[in-house]
């Protein structure tokens, strides 16, 4: 019965102290004076921005990634209790007293500090040796441009984190897979994978790189279990479906569910509202829903309405007319109808309201009950502040000749007869009777002509090809008119709207709305002091200037360790000689290699190499402005590669114990020299000591480097 | 539809002659004598069959058996069924012999004999037959109606004007390898055209102009393709009706023809793509004679067809890329093979060197050579070169030109970029419109020669005649504040605080002033890169900045493309990063000084390969410029292989004679459809295989058709289509058509081995032998069927649109994105 009792009780602690002391040294040099400096540090500006509208709840867009960087930064800033009232407004500018700068540099900067024990991890999954192991780690420590980058509210160290973090997961998982499949440890690491993806892209689009790297090595390996005629079809069904749900399935569901989040934080209406769909502003509370509440949802006749282009660029806005006619002739000599403007107006204004009007009936106010426009109706548009309607006829429009112009109709009484007849044409429609529906339904009026526009000016396209969105408006206000004079009907127009339902948009809508203006908002692409080309990236020949002490000449730069870097390179490129030139022995049957060593240095190469090349390629193909912290997650999978080379060296190519140590000597000389050249730029890490103008241009390892040195 | 259906009879006789025997036992002895004598006779084509060189031998289905197309009912069902599958005779000669000789003395003893079905010699008849009647149709469809309209149609404004000025000899500038256009030039010559027809818009009429030779030369290169695709095909899949159905695909497919019918690059890019892939085949099937003849021939004769694919356009790098890999993976296997020495390996790495690489790119170069020499006048395209190229076009200004060395205050110039293909610095009387900084007159870079080109340097703080004899020549140095007048309007290059109009963070620059008499914001320093201060300012050689010296910019032009409001031109601004770029360098062209002592500018001739490299760089920034403009409906890599949307050749009104190009909607969706099947059907064998399952020999020899032949296509639609998604160019529907080829191989390939392992899977019923004739002819009925529907699209209608019902088309316009 109490037979527990017989046996003492036992707690086997295992604790590899290289882990801990590697943790301990990270943490040390990654939070070390955090919260200095205490002011705005280069991109801190930029994140900074969307950590306020997070703290305050307000709706913004940002297209450079997802979301679940910036709520990451957010929830820093949430756990130091930020109210977001900072203006975040220039780079070097002082926090004041309500800025919680420690938690909000703390997440980036633990993540830097535990990426260096996972490079310890990752190296001994990959079967190479403790002392390798540790000397990958001991790099990751001392790179300067690692450091830099983790101790700022910025993204890259939260990335590289979970990119290796998925890297390190499938390596557990691979390795628990030959003699415990289906364990709860396996299952752990491989849900773990798809789950540190997720967590990758979630914070950058770039995390796609290294998503797409372990994809590709899983599929290889799963290919391989395919071809394992040991197992039993049912057995191979369930592995392919296992991989298949986490690492497909789960990234997707989490990759939405930040989106969701993200949704649910930010209910409140803010600044890059306008480029939204009036639908999905109607959703956020205050701005554009307070107005829409409440309207009618069916467009009837002699509904008053505002129409807003769908398009939405190069700015969004309303369709508009006012007293001014066209000029009789333009500069270049052409004629007009000059007749009343039509615009396209950014402002709300209101001469932006329009009438529908049955053409077979006089009356403008809504019959009771509203008899209302459906898809295919023939309707007339009445401009509200001057009655006149909207007119189109072959006459160049202003900017472009090649269009029809758009015109309040004026009658001249010159044989010019009113062309005011506009065919509506529901583009979203489910069938062929739907109603006009506020905000949901996009229409493009058809006048035989369709219309378009072009600049903010108003011109009607004698063709409509396809439907370019520019040509698709929608009603954003709108209510039943009641007043058949005039005055009367003025003063209706001045009247605020009347309010009561709310329309929602499906999740799935929002969303997919959402990820599709990040992806096509086109930033104007933007020339920057700092900004390089991939090629420079490698050779280090670029820098950046993060913030100068506003008195002394105290600076952080981005800056990395140029003896890390060239040897990380060096390292790839023997990496990629040596491994070609086994590829070709192994075809020749000649092997140099044994079989385990020759496996363990494809895995290593396919993970460290292959991710340094799908993190790094890809750059010279993008058209946007690029910088040197682009290149930080290619870096540190060349500095994992780096010492597996070394190993490799020094157990196959060094034939005798004297070659051996001769090369142990060596490798020892090289990591003292990186140590000193990683202390000698470390002011330039940590920003912390001022130096004089001569030892600034003693740090000047490159020419091309840009070291600010105050003139006075 | 005449054309069609003769052509059925022929197919139809193809496919089922001889008839086989509905008895079971001799094919396979019949098969294998067979398969050894039509090889020996075909000569040119080095026959396949013979072997498969060193890979563990992939059993082809045997070419002869498979002609018969019609599966002997099987006997015995069940198992008995699996046992005969063998014989049932669609594994060629290698496959038998891979099988090993446990099969074959088997087959052998159990078929006793068999009546000789058909002599050799009528075999390869009827096989050249098949080929003359594909190739006669290809022909006839290519032909039919090839002078109408006689008017320009669409391109043909750009390539017939290049032809033109080929003729002519003056010089011009396009973004494409020249060799299609020189092609086009010297049919045009040969045909009697002299080269005096304006090309200038479409629709123009042709008139007395001799247009037909140009157009014929093109429809002839098109109607290549057809056979092209047919050997291809046979030789991949050893399989007539696969070729038959892949023919007939591109016949009847009113896109490729239409593309071959007008003067375009199109088909000749097709032609040398084909070409290629036809040669690659073939020297692959000669795997097994390495360094015979044709193994030879169809090597080099591969990368002839590379370099005149690349020559035509860029896209031909997709095809040399193709042809890259599998030469990869043939070296690969061939290093693998421990029978083979170093040596031996090591040569046939050399040959395919020479062949393939040394080889195209002597005949790329002197394709460049040849252009370059014949175009040797002045001509539209000078301005995209730079000052030394120009030097050598007859004609120019600057040819045999002398002009003072040094630049001196007064003298008039002419300012060029150095990056190429922005063009010179130019101004005219046009203001910024309101709301682009301030109104002051635009000043833009030019690519044309152009009186607006014209500057005048001064002295910053002086206002002197510059012509007044009187004064003092004096020269102007390294690190000079000077002033430039524009010399039409008088006005000042001048830049300050306000935004670019493009480029939001540099400065806008503008000429203001009058009469020369601006203010400081007119000063800028000019400084030579790479110079000491104080020395002299060289015409054509110094490359000088001119830094802004109130705001510190630098003069630069970023190549964006102004609205319209800047006629087009490129923006110039003035931005305050001063790395050194080729943007914002530029040097002094023409140099005007009636008081300085002119030079011949000989020395300044470029070296071919200057040259050569030149035209390239001007080329590739020429393609990156096309860029769709804001608001204009542009085709996306999408729209193609669903046939979205199609390109108007010709006519828009009622009243035209309308061409419309747009793929045969039948064939395309097809083809969409293949490719979906193919991916399934491929991988799930390819699944099938990687576990380990054993499969019977015949499905084997289909699984490797599919796998390895249909791989091959695969790849090359791939290839061809893909690239185009990160394209940041400007793309038209017709960039699909090399991709929409091997779509239609694979089709035929496809189709051809599912309607055989249909054949297979049903062996028991009586439906078994028919299906897959059946199948493949109601496939040929159908596609011929859909081109009589469409071929108004290709030939020409006139009459009511489309959407009106009493138009001929009326019914087909299944898209609403079709406008015809």
Redesign the interface.
Known sequence: MLGFLRRPLVVTADINLNLVALTGLGLLSRLWQLTYPRAVVFDEVYYGQYISFYMKRIFFLDDSGPPFGHMLLALGGYLGGFDGNFLWNRIGAEYSSNVPVWSLRLLPALAGALSVPMAYQIVLELHFSHCTAMGAALLMLIENALITQSRLVLLESLLIFFNLLAVLSYLKFFNSQTHSPFSLRWWLWLVMTGVSCSCAVGIKYMGIFTYFLVLGVAAVHAWHLIGDQTLSNVCVFCHLLARAVALLVVPVVLYLLFFYVHLMLLYRSGPHDQVMSSAFQASLEGGLARITQGQPLEVAFGSQVTLRNVFGKPLPCWLHSHQNTYPMIYENGRGSSHQQQVTCYPFKDINNWWIVKDPRRHQLEVNNPPRPVRHGDIVQLVHGMTTRLLNTHDVAAPLSPHSQEVSCYIDYNISMPAQNLWKLDIVNRESDRDTWKTILSELSGAHLPDWGFRQLEIVGEKQSRGHHESMVWNVEEHRYGKSQEQEERELELHLPTQVDISRNLSFMARFSELQWKMLTLKSEDSEHKYSSTPLEWVTLDTNIAYWLHPKTSAQIHLLGNIVIWASASLATVTYSLLFLWYLLCRRRRVCHLPEDAWSRWVMAGALCTGGWASNYLPFFLMERTLFLYHYLPALTFQILLLPVVLQHVSDHLCRSRLQRTVFSTLVVAWYSSACHVSTMLLPLTYGDRSLSPGELRALRLKDSWDILIRKH | MLYASGRFIAARAATTFPTPPKGRGPALRGKRRELHIPGHLESPSCDALAGQRTRPSAPLAGRVILKRGRMPPAIGGGLAGSELRPRKGRCGSQAARARGRDVVPEAATRSPKRPARSSPQLEAASRWATLAVVTFLAFATRFHQLDQPPHICWDETHFGKMGSYYINRTFFFDVHPPLGKMLIGLAGYLSGYDGTFLFQKPGDKYEHHSYMGMRGFCAFLGSWLIPFAYLIVLDLSKSFPAALLSAALLTFDTGCLTLSQYILLDPILMFFIMAAMLSMVKYNSCADRPFSAPWWFWLSLTGISLAGALGVKFVGLFIILQVGLNTISDL?HL??D?SLS?VTVGKHLTARILCLIVLPLLLYVTIFAVHIMVLNKSGPGDGFFSSAFQARLSGNSLHNASIPEHLAYGSVITVKNLRMAIGYLHSHRHLYPEGIGARQQQVTTYLHKDYNNLWIIKKHNTNSDPIDPSVPVEFVRHGDIIRLEHKETSRNLHSHYHEAPL????YQVTGYGINGTGDSNDFWRIEVVNRKLGNRIKVLRSRIRLIHLVTGCVLGSSGKILP?WGWEQLEVTC?P?LKETANSIWNVEDHINPKLPNISLDVLQPSFPEILLESHMVMIRGNNGLKPK??E?TSKPWHWPINY?GLRFSGANDTDFRVYLLGNPVVWWLNLVSIALYLLLGSTLA?VM???VQLPAELEGLTQVLLRGGGQLLLGWMLHYFPFF?M?RILYFHHYFPAMLFSSMLTGILWDTLLRLCAWGLASSPLASSIHSVGILSLLLGTAYSFYLFHPLAYGMVGPLAQEPESPMSGLRWLE?W?F
């Open positions: 690969w290093f693998g421990l170093l480029t939001r963070k540099h319209k931005t990063y804001d608001n409906f949307q699944i990687q576990r380990g990160l940041g994105s406008d």
